[in-house]
């Protein structure tokens, strides 16, 4: 586990800490759709949990109070992101087929359409 005192922000992608460590400035971010659990603990000065792939990083120091909030927060942005992304799997066979028109229409060359489709498949 990963102790990190520092800034936590919280955007409508993200959530992103920069914090300082012995010796140097560190720079986190954590995509909703990596993270697997958030959890966060009461106290004078809090902290919150983040679990994203098999890592498990925790953030100290966090106001009296606040760290609720916090969670509460990136637990919607991560529903979001969740339910979002489901959307715009759906719609990747779709968006698949019309490049594939494009293509053979010569529209898109074999080179653009496979870029396209390599975004697209990465997004699933």
Partial sequence: MKT???????TDRRVIFFGKTPGRQAFNDFNYRT??????TRGMTSHI??????ERVEFSAIRYGEAETLVKLIREKIETAVSGNASAVDGVP???????????AGVLTANEFEDKKADLLHRM
């Fill in 49 to 54: 949990t983040l679990f994203t792939g098999g």
């Fill in 35 to 40: 993270i697997t659990n958030i959890s966060y």
């Fill in 94 to 104: 779709d968006q698949l087929k019309k490049l594939g028109e494009l293509r053979d």
């Fill in 4 to 10: 990190h005192p520092g800034a936590l922000y919280i």
